[in-house]
């Protein structure tokens, strides 16, 4: 009998979506992250909006808040490869945003 986890995995390759399964946890181990980066008062003014091709993408609603991201990146990027050694990550993007939108909350 196959453990679950080997079964889970079979599944996915042969449904042509571990790219967007592998995306999917990426952004939730980077919004994780935040939490850890961040201070509490601070984690409405962040989000991991996206990965793809090897770049993840957060949205911030200031500047100051990427600029700290970006200084503490390294941490960041360390708490995701903790969680998802597999996971590939060339580049880190801030994208200043007002508000975010509601739909994708």
């Known amino acids: ?14 449904a042509r979506v571990s790219t967007q399964v592998t995306a999917s946890q990426v952004i939730s181990s980077a919004n994780e992250a935040l939490s850890r980066v961040l201070a509490p008062a601070r984690l409405q003014d962040a989000r991991a909006l996206s990965y793809k091709d090897n770049i993840l993408t957060f949205e ?3 500047a100051a808040t990427g600029q700290f ?11 995701i490869k903790e969680h998802l050694p597999d996971a590939s990550i060339r580049t880190v993007r801030y994208r200043i945003v007002h508000r975010f939108r509601r739909s994708d909350l």
């Open 69 to 79: 991201l970006s200084e503490n990146e390294d941490r960041l990027l360390r708490f």
């Open 60 to 62: 911030v609603k200031h």
């Open 1 to 14: 009998m196959m453990p679950l986890k080997d079964l889970l995995n079979s599944a996915i390759k042969r």
